[in-house]
């Protein structure tokens, strides 16, 4: 039986409009990295909806991003300080937010939210497609 490779990646971030970019480009490098490029797009962007709730929701900037690589599938972490779990809301297409956790959901091939020791991990997971996985 092959081996299953596994990786995990952690940054503490300060989450702003000015520094979303620079996080997209890390997990772009990261997921290029691993052989994982073919979802690098739906990552680097469930990620930024996640990121994006962090300030709007917890009042702090601070957090963490964790991604883990086992075998052919991604889970991205984004821990911060509070203990609110996040809930997919009905949607309402005339409102200004609240469909970043429907974006994340429809991106993701599984996603969800726990309690952390120190707040709340706000996750999702991506399944390369056997065929796209590049080593």
């Known amino acids: ?27 772009q490098v990261r997921m290029d990295c691993w052989g994982l490029g073919s979802v690098a797009d739906e990552a680097k962007w469930a990620a930024n909806e996640l990121l994006t709730n962090v300030p709007q929701h917890t009042g702090s900037a601070e957090c963490e991003l964790t991604m ?32 970043g956790l429907a974006a994340v959901a429809a991106l993701a091939d599984r996603w969800g939210a726990e309690p952390s020791p120190t707040g709340k991990d706000v996750w999702f997971e991506l399944r390369v497609v056997k065929g796209a996985l590049a080593s």
């Open 68 to 99: 883990i690589r086992i075998g052919d599938t991604v889970r991205v972490v984004v821990s911060d300080a509070s203990t609110t779990l996040p809930r997919l809301r009905p949607q309402d297409f005339g409102a200004v937010d609240g469909r």
């Open 1 to 27: 039986m092959a081996e299953e490779r596994t990786a995990k990646y952690q940054e503490q971030l300060l989450v702003g409009a000015d520094t979303l970019a620079g996080i997209r480009d890390r997990i």
